[in-house]
């Protein structure tokens, strides 16, 4: 667990500052800003097409922007080099795609405990700690399957878990449920927001699903690029 507390607490954890991405004729974000504080959970909705996987891509320090900023608990990302990049997504962040992506040929425990390895913990200990983060999220016994094995609703559960068993400040999940039917979504929603709550991480969630929103402390919507609250446009960009 990283438990280096914020410089200032009233600073955000991570925010962007009118972030633009232009992926060839494509503007993917047109001066999108955003701000996630410490221990959060922040829904990022919008349509198809409206940037918000950019914009969580930007912030997690996994494509970098082409103009504005991203400032991670008091240190600009954008600047950093790739090596410092990875070695931060490695210790602070975790992340959970629409399809888990777990690695096929791995059991779900050593999927799990893989983070750990890299990050240099003993093979036995990670194996541990991996089974007991399955265990909180409810697949526990399946550790010894392979992901195909497995529900869809039961993979993101053990993608939750390796996303969050290094104890990262932030998760970043991109629409986590999509894939699922609304009871294995409402759980998989129900297992991220309580534990990433009880542990303190902070989350970015995108979301499709109006009732997924409603788990997050707030939400903010992006359409062509940019935010909007509601019909207010809250950057320069007007259409
Ligand atoms: P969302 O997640 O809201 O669906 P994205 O951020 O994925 O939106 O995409 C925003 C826009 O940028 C879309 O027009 C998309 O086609 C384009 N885009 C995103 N990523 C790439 C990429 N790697 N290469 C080319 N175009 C991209
Ligand atoms: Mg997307």
């Known amino acids: 667990m990283n438990d280096t507390a914020p410089r200032d607490a009233r600073e955000p954890l991570l ?10 004729r494509s503007d993917a974000l047109r001066g999108a800003s955003a701000e996630l504080r410490a221990g959060e959970v922040l829904a990022v909705t919008g349509a198809s097409g409206s940037g918000k996987s950019t914009l969580l891509h930007c912030l997690a320090g996994i494509v970098r922007p082409d103009g504005g900023s991203v400032t991670y608990d008091g240190q600009r990302l954008d600047g950093l080099p790739e090596a410092r990049l990875s070695e931060l997504r490695r210790t602070d962040f975790g992340v959970v795609f629409q399809f888990g992506q777990l ?4 059991t779900v425990l050593d999927n799990v405990a893989l983070p ?5 913990t003993a093979r036995a200990r990670a194996r541990q700690r991996a089974g007991e983060w399955l265990e909180r999220f409810g697949v526990r016994g399946r550790g010894d399957l392979r992901p195909g094995e497995m529900s869809g609703g039961q993979a993101q559960r ?4 390796r996303a ?3 104890g990262p400040r932030v998760v970043f999940a991109d629409e986590p449920t999509g894939a699922l039917d609304s009871l294995a979504g409402e759980q998989v929603m129900t297992a991220l927001v309580h534990t990433a709550r009880e542990a303190g991480t902070a989350v970015l969630l995108i979301t499709h699903d109006a009732q997924v929103a409603a788990y997050a402390d ?12 509601g019909a207010a446009v809250t950057t320069g960009v007007t259409w």
Not at 15 to 24: E, I, N, P, Q, S
Not at 116 to 120: H, I, Y
Not at 158 to 161: E, I, K, T
């Open 158 to 161: 053990a993608a939750l878990a």
């Open 103 to 106: 690695i096929p040929e791995l």
């Open 164 to 166: 969050l068993v290094t």
């Open 218 to 229: 707030r939400e903010l919507s992006l359409r062509d690029g940019a935010v909007v609250t």
């Open 116 to 120: 750990l390895l890299l990050a240099g």
């Open 15 to 24: 925010a962007a500052r009118d972030l633009v991405k232009t992926y060839g």
